[in-house]
């Protein structure tokens, strides 16, 4: 069984976009959508689910250190919705805390300028977060 998955770093002004390999085990960061309207968002994210055959949208959802959910998250989980009516397939939240930490972490070790990892740091963040539910879920080997 192979598991296509996409991976959602969801801000307010951009949405990281990841896939995984075509067996579910890794993660690959694949763009980043600047945020339009919820409806140009949606549209894309269609695209994307379309063109990649993707099977499962995993959005990342920013919990506070202690576990609760704070406002970011919330506006997180209302977009969740708006997917899950939206999209042809599962839409599942995973645990995102510290993902862009890692991503930041792995680009500042990969010796990037500030300027570079800016443009690159929300699809990584998607990355870490898809990468976190392959490794949870068992990808294709579950």
């Known amino acids: 069984m192979t598991v296509r998955a996409l991976g959602l770093d969801v801000g307010s002004k951009t949405i990281g976009v990841a896939?995984?390999?075509e067996l579910?085990?890794?993660?690959?960061?694949?763009?980043t959508i600047r945020r339009a309207t919820l409806a140009a968002d949606l549209q894309?994210?269609?695209?994307?689910?379309?063109?990649?055959?993707i099977d499962?949208?995993?959005?990342?959802?920013?919990?506070?250190?202690?576990?609760?959910?704070?406002?970011?998250?919330?506006?997180?989980?209302?977009?969740?919705?708006?997917?899950?009516?939206?999209?042809?397939v599962p839409v599942?939240?995973?645990?995102?805390?510290?993902?862009t930490?890692?991503?930041?972490?792995?680009?500042?070790?990969?010796?990037?300028?500030r300027?570079?990892?800016r443009k690159v740091i929300d699809k990584m963040a998607a990355a870490f977060i898809l990468q976190g539910y392959l490794d949870r879920s068992?990808?294709?080997r579950g």
């Open 92 to 99: 599942v939240t995973w645990d995102e805390r510290l993902s």
């Open 24 to 31: 579910g085990w890794t993660a690959q960061g694949l763009t």
């Open 44 to 53: 894309a994210l269609t695209r994307l689910i379309h063109e990649h055959q």
């Open 101 to 113: 930490i890692g991503a930041e972490r792995a680009l500042f070790e990969a010796d990037l300028s």
């Open 138 to 140: 068992g990808g294709a």
């Open 19 to 21: 896939k995984s390999d």
């Open 115 to 117: 300027r570079k990892r």
């Open 56 to 88: 499962t949208v995993v959005v990342g959802l920013p919990k506070n250190m202690d576990g609760t959910l704070g406002p970011q998250a919330q506006l997180v989980l209302s977009f969740v919705r708006a997917l899950e009516k939206a999209l042809p």
